[in-house]
């Protein structure tokens, strides 16, 4: 299955600015996906990215809050822009697996907006 | 809308006391059931895919089932080192998307 390095691993930022995520994966994959996981809750989507094409994103979640990079099939950043307390989550992005292996993810950047 | 919901949210259990995690599911046309486990601080790690009702997958201490409705988790004579949180996922349709449900978090005692 794919490896995925994701990083920052945590970052504790002010509100009102940005932070950029990167997601590297060792091989080439079609669909990389970022989620969110706020405290005490699932995961959940917040976009698609092909490379290529522009991100498609869920509902509640708009481009102009986390825009989306997918210059190539082994690479991609989500940021996170204009911070609030509000958006303090575990991010995470993730590929499909081959066969039968399910989705892999990275290990997730830890936000803290103060 | 895909929905996907764990029970119990916390288990706690002894050393080889054996148990199950329940996951239910209300998706259209499931084209997989997927568990996972997560550690503190750590992205989840895939452990089975299931994809139609009476399948089962085995994994160590691990053994995960299917019908039309809901999948178990069944962990025998679990071990500390079991203690995680649990995660449930489905997709359906023609989306990729992975719905989650919020899991259960297992506590193993010595």
């Known amino acids: 299955s794919a490896v995925i390095s994701q990083k920052p691993s945590r970052d504790i930022c002010q509100r009102g600015t940005s932070l950029t995520i990167q997601c590297q994966v060792d091989?080439?994959?079609?669909?990389m996906f970022w989620y969110r996981q706020q405290p005490g809750q699932s995961l959940t989507l917040i976009a698609t990215?092909?490379?290529?094409?522009?991100?498609?994103?869920e509902s509640g979640f708009v481009i102009d809050k986390f825009p989306i990079s997918r210059p190539n099939l082994t690479f991609s950043t989500l940021t996170v822009s204009n911070m609030s307390p509000e958006d303090s989550s575990i991010y995470l992005c993730?590929?499909?697996?081959?066969?039968?292996?399910?989705?892999?993810f990275g290990s997730g950047t830890r936000l803290t907006v103060v | 809308e895909d929905q996907v919901t764990q029970s119990p949210e916390a288990l706690r259990l002894q050393e080889g006391e054996s148990s199950s995690l329940n996951c239910s599911y209300t998706?259209?046309?499931?084209?997989?059931l997927f568990w996972y486990r997560q550690d503190p601080g750590k992205g989840p790690e895939f452990l089975f895919t299931?994809?139609?009702a009476g399948e089962e997958k085995e994994k160590e201490r691990l053994k995960a089932t299917l019908t039309k409705k809901e999948s178990f988790l069944h962990i025998t004579a679990p071990k500390p080192e079991d203690s995680a949180t649990y995660l449930c996922?489905?997709?359906?349709?023609?989306?990729?998307?992975?719905?989650f449900g919020k899991g259960t978090l297992l506590t193993v005692n010595p």
């Open positions: 993730s590929v499909e697996g081959s066969g039968t292996d399910g989705y892999t």
């Open positions: 091989s080439q994959v079609t669909m």
């Open positions: 990215a092909n490379q290529g094409s522009e991100a498609t994103y």
């Open positions: 998706v259209s046309g499931l084209r997989g």
């Open positions: 299931l994809y139609s």
């Open positions: 996922a489905a997709s359906g349709g023609s989306n990729y998307k992975l719905t």
